[in-house]
């Protein structure tokens, strides 16, 4: 079948979303700095600004430090929905933040700090927090990390446990992908997320072991509490883990989005991949065995270069480029992309990163102007929706209605459907196959030249008639 709706152009603002059936539900958390626009520097209000959302998000709580606040979206099943969750989120707490002097930056990271700046402190509200501190000292003092968190609904433990293996291997690769923390106290980093890189200070943090049970993990956790290593069950680093609080996998990879549109990405192909682990299980399949060497090895390429260096298969310990890396998880998620109906956008999210950069390289950019150009870079960044505009709502749930007729139409077939990418300008910057369009062209050419070879042919053969006639007569 092919798609009726070009994502790229506008669809109708009339046609209402529709969430695909039967897709577990997503849901996302975002954490944010609080900045002083007029000092400059960091600002410890989280729990006074906190105080003045309890009317407006959903959600709103503190973080480590009173510097940081998280954002909280509805679970959803629609992109389209969670899109809008996360830009309403942002620009409540921003108006918020406004009232108050200070502005709400999405980076992985303090981007600067000054001597102005108040020391850490953590965050009042939470006593679990204070405890963290005593327990890891400079770690926890002087971390300050944000991150997209997506929480991604499973049936039952013993199924998230065994879905958390088949998930390892693209963590790195949604480590690149969510890069925004290029700059810590005023330095550049040279990492695309500096925060995964300080993350390592904790004990219990990276990639997450392989468990055989839900039984095998809780264990685990709880040796590792009894052990000191952990404050708590919550308190662990690992990049994807199980919920305490929810029914769900908790995929921790990304820095928090420079952008909504960053954040929607990272939500749909975390639930793309649960999908396919979810598939990956029911037919048998194996979790791939990962050596810790070079998953470290993945784990560190990714945080250091992100989308501008070389990357590694964590599976084979070989050095593959973040688009080969990207086309093995969209040729491993793609039944499952188009089954919740998000092809389209994670095609046209991709295409849009790949073309503006990451967040980590636009603060690189932007840092040419000086480090006030990075944090006013920042604030503006926080409200925009900068891979598919303000009609991301609506090319969303455009998309869904279409995909969700391929799936109708495919859903006793075992054959793959074979999507429609984006625009030509935009498909190869991210998934590097033959464009549809291009691979048609010789044959459109040749269709032509027979044509006209066989027009040819017949006006020579009028002519040959029409002479023959004359001559015929004459005789």
């Not at 032509?448 to 029409?466: E, K, N, P």
Request: proline residues 7%; charged residues 20%.
């Amino acid at each position: 079948m092919v798609l009726k709706v070009d994502p790229l152009e506008n669809p109708d603002e009339s046609a209402p979303a529709l969430a695909p059936r039967g897709c577990p539900s997503v849901g996302v958390e975002e954490e944010f700095l609080l900045h002083d626009a007029e000092r400059g520097v960091l600002a410890p209000c989280a729990p006074e600004l906190l105080a003045g959302l309890a009317d407006d998000v959903n959600g709103a709580c503190s973080e480590m430090q009173n510097t940081q606040i998280e954002l909280v979206t509805q679970p959803e099943t629609a992109l389209g929905a969670l899109a809008a969750g996360l830009l309403r989120n942002r620009e409540q707490a921003s108006a918020a933040a406004h009232e108050m002097g200070l502005q709400l930056l999405p980076a992985g990271m303090p981007p600067q700090m000054s001597p102005q700046s108040p020391p850490a402190r953590p965050s009042v509200s939470d006593n679990r927090y204070r405890k963290m501190f005593a327990r890891y000292g400079a770690a926890a003092e002087r971390y300050q990390g944000c991150g997209t968190h997506v929480h991604v609904e499973v049936p039952d433990r013993e199924t998230a446990v065994a879905v958390l293996g088949h998930l390892t291997p693209w963590l790195p690769l949604l480590v690149a992908l969510g890069g925004n923390s290029a700059y810590s106290g005023g330095a550049d980093t040279r990492f695309s997320s500096w925060r995964i890189a300080t993350q390592r200070r904790f004990p219990v943090s990276g990639l997450p072991p392989q468990f055989r049970s839900a039984a095998h993990y809780d264990e685990s956790v709880a040796a590792l509490v009894d052990a000191g290593l952990l404050e708590d069950g919550h308190t662990c680093f690992w990049l994807a883990r199980l919920s305490d609080r929810y029914p769900t996998i908790e995929i921790r990879a990304s820095d928090v989005g420079l952008t909504a549109d960053d954040s929607v990405l990272q939500a749909a192909l975390g639930r793309a991949l649960v999908m396919t682990a979810l598939s990956d299980l029911q037919k048998g399949d194996p979790p791939p065995a990962i050596d810790p060497l070079w998953g470290d090895a993945a784990l560190w390429t990714a945080a250091r270069h992100g989308l501008e260096g070389p990357a590694i298969d964590p599976v084979t310990g070989k050095k593959v480029t973040v688009s080969e890396y990207t086309s093995m998880l969209l040729d491993k998620t793609t039944d499952a992309l188009c089954e919740a109906g998000d092809y389209y956008a994670v095609r046209t999210f991709l295409a849009a990163l790949r073309k503006r950069g990451s967040g980590a390289q636009l603060q690189r950019s932007a840092a040419r102007g000086g480090h006030a150009a990075v944090t006013s870079m920042l604030h503006g960044a926080t409200c925009q929706t900068a891979g598919l505009g303000r009609n991301a709502g609506l090319i969303l749930n455009a998309a869904q209605r279409d995909w969700r007729d391929v799936h109708m139409e495919n859903e006793h077939s075992k054959s793959q459907p074979e999507p429609t990418p984006p625009a030509e300008d935009q498909t190869n910057l991210v998934h590097e196959e033959p464009d549809p369009d291009a691979g048609s062209q010789p044959k459109v050419a040749g269709g032509v030249i027979i044509v006209l070879t066989a027009a040819i042919a017949i006006a020579f053969l009028v002519v040959a008639v029409y002479l023959g006639g004359q001559a015929f007569n004459a005789w």
